[in-house]
């Protein structure tokens, strides 16, 4: 459990803004590209970032590539090749944060505070070799420290590092610039680690769908992983896992407002079971479902199907094998998987079609999930009746379920969704202003 | 004096193309921003390489940003910040290098030869901490060596480094690129440096004013030094200094065609003496002449001139001092200067007027530069003769005069400049087509 200075949002019971957290905090602030997209963008972080700083905060700031910059790159590399290296694919990509950080530093020197950029290799952001999908081994945050020392606020390349190995430059692969500073952050022990985007933090569902969805105070890290991993796009599922590892407390905050935004923290189990939250209802339409028709009833069939399909680096999701009709001796089995990768699912099967005896393979990209979350439910068995009551009460059809301790998801028609989406957000009452978190006991309420 | 395998140009008497050199030779080639600005261009340069590669040399290239990035980023600069601190600018404007290096080792790995592009730091490209105009200190090319041992082609980002003292990325100034590929040749030991760019190589004088200039297929470091100090821009001095200091043999061509260019090479003593060679008419057409009207007539007075121009970093090149007019214990003191400084210089001499005496200061910038050169001329004496005889016959009027052993310049009205030069080119018969090189000797021809 880390100390009080290090969950500020523990001490307020309000989320605190940058700045205000405590005096000489230590913060790592990350803007994303729509952030950073042209130069007036630019100077309006730098304001945000030298106030912060001369609110006596100890300041690094993460950046990504300017708005399209990484778009017209891959447009540049598509002219020249249709293949690229990904040695070269990286070496490309990652100057498009050496542009934007070396604004970014410009632009806080002229506000008179002293700034330094540097690359994800100076910053010491270790990586293995895996070109555009590189993991952190380690960070070594020596230039860091030593330009926060000298009193300048640190700018670092998201998005890239350098291969222990090879000393070869590598990218972190999408949402590659919120895993640099959870990384540094806590690599530097920082007091919190700020994720600006263009929303103001995380709700209890998409308010393009639920009108009444109400903003997250507050969330545990293993709420957000189900939340990152069931569609919300607000935080990537690996910067999550990276933060929940190391305990940094994250932020996710709106670059465009002064408004507290979502803290994603460690929440006593205590807390979580006496309270039995339920956090919000997530949805996914990136995923299809894929049918092996007619598999051999027999062991190791099912093993089988899902090792092809995962020795092609497809991330099976949700799974389901309906039992055999009686007397045939064969099965159907289905999972879901994101729709990107379709073709190659496929394909595998295909290849192992004979060999394992199925009959043939259907393909569904016409399927939506929704998933509810919430620490609470598990020590509540009401949380799962009054679900699919909702569901069924509003006439929505489930395909395919799967569940957590603290998640509950469903694949039902892409059409459905929407409706399936307010069904169960309002059934569990999420939307209600008064509450900080609706707080479901039992049956009822 | 090099073997003759690093003095290529040498052997056959024939200037060589790239690649038929001799079989497996190492070759260091260099191209500029307009060579790779865009998709196709890239393409191009990436076939040009692997066909040397096939033809069995090991092929290192360096590279400039493509055409206008450079600008397009020093434009973001300035809209981010009216003073950009240096060592950001050089973090920003490497940026440029880098896209096009990935881009131009895709190209070449498209058309199935392994290529590798390395940053200049990673390349060994240690330099001092000037950001902006930093030297370069040593070379280390292991990881380039290592690739070209592989088989690869390396691929080298131009114009910059990386600081000795502060590990900060450094660029090199005007001309860098051309620099950092010299600089690599010699630290490598390659056969050759060859400089593309968008002319055939070196003139007897700038074609556009001299429609029968004479291509030069070889020219010592001394004259291409004098060549490039008095305004032919095809190469840069700093690279030209580079090249003789490390007897790195230079050939500079089109990247538009296959033609030869023109060998930068030492040339032996012997061989310019016997055959006193003019080389050609450079001009300059940058420069601006400031006059000190009424300086007391008295020792140190003109040190004293020069030294507040050149505190002021201002470079000065020409200078004449008019004798004093007879009794009035006055003189006037004239030198020419960068027009670009021409602010600067007045701005210091402004401030130390009182304290020097001067009555005021003059400022002419329709002024051009003429400059003869040739090795021959210094055991040659009739060729100053000759030079004023037929400036005299065009009715040119001379300013100022200075004289290096290999190089006679003159200042003269901007508008007189084109006239002058086709007169002092025509005396010299520096275009008649049969020469190989106009042999001068002595009084007549």
């Given amino acids: 459990m880390p100390s009080a200075a290090r969950h500020p949002a523990e001490a307020g019971g309000q989320a605190s803004v940058l700045g205000n957290l405590s005096p ?31 609110d006596g905060n100890d300041v690094v700031v993460v950046v990504s590539a300017m708005g399209d910059t990484t778009d017209e790159l891959l447009d540049l590399a598509e002219q020249v090749s249709p293949l690229p290296p ?27 505070a002293e700034a330094r950029s540097f690359t994800g290799s100076q910053a010491g952001v270790i990586t293995d070799s895996a070109h555009g999908k590189a993991r952190i081994i380690d ?66 569902a ?41 305990t940094v407390p994250v932020h996710v905050r709106s670059s465009f407002s002064s408004k507290p935004g979502t803290w994603v923290t460690e929440i006593p189990e205590a807390q979580l079971v006496e309270q039995a939250i339920i956090r919000g209802v997530a949805h996914d339409l990136s995923e299809a479902k894929v049918t092996v028709v007619g ?32 007397g045939s001796g064969r099965t159907d089995i289905s999972f879901t998987a994101p729709k990107a990768d379709g073709r190659t699912a496929l394909t595998a099967l295909a ?22 979350i919430g620490a609470g439910m598990k020590s509540h068995p009401g949380v799962s009746a009054r679900f699919f009551g909702s569901l069924a009460d509003a006439g929505i059809n489930v395909e395919i379920i799967s569940t957590s301790e603290i998640r509950i998801s469903v694949v ?22 008064d509450g900080g978190g609706v707080v479901y006991a039992g049956t009822g309420r």
């Fill in 412 to 433: 039902v028609r892409d059409t459905d969704l929407p409706s399936a989406v307010r069904a169960v957000h309002g059934a569990f009452e999420l939307g209600d202003p």
């Fill in 86 to 112: 990904a040695r070269e694919l990286d070496m490309l990509l990652t100057a498009g944060e050496r542009i934007s950080m070396a604004l970014l530093a410009m632009a806080i020197t002229t506000l008179g």
């Fill in 139 to 204: 960070v070594t945050p020596g230039r860091i420290r030593a330009a926060l020392d000298e009193g300048a606020i640190a700018i670092v390349a998201g998005f890239q590092g350098v291969s222990q190995d090879t000393k070869d430059i590598t990218t972190l692969g999408r949402g590659g610039s919120d895993t640099t500073a959870v990384a540094l952050a806590a690599a530097l022990n920082a007091d919190a680690c700020e994720i600006y985007t263009d929303v103001d933090g995380v709700f209890s």
């Fill in 295 to 326: 598999c051999p009833d027999k062991p190791g069939v099912a093993a089988a199907v899902f090792r092809a399909v995962a020795d092609a680096d497809v991330n099976l999701d949700m799974i389901v094998q309906v039992g055999s009709v009686a």
């Fill in 206 to 246: 998409d308010p393009r769908i639920v009108p009444d969805a109400r903003h997250i105070d507050r969330i545990s890290y293993e709420e957000m992983l189900e939340m990152a991993a069931c569609g919300a796009k607000v935080l990537m599922l690996r910067c999550v896992e990276y933060a929940r590892r190391y």
């Fill in 24 to 54: 000489m905090a230590l913060l790592v602030a990350k803007f994303g590209g729509s952030s950073v997209a042209d130069a007036d963008r630019i100077k309006r972080v730098a304001e945000r970032v030298v106030e912060s700083r001369r």
């Fill in 351 to 372: 290849k192992v079609q004979a060999e394992i005896g199925f009959e043939r393979t259907l393909y569904d990209d016409h399927i939506g999930k929704l998933s509810l």
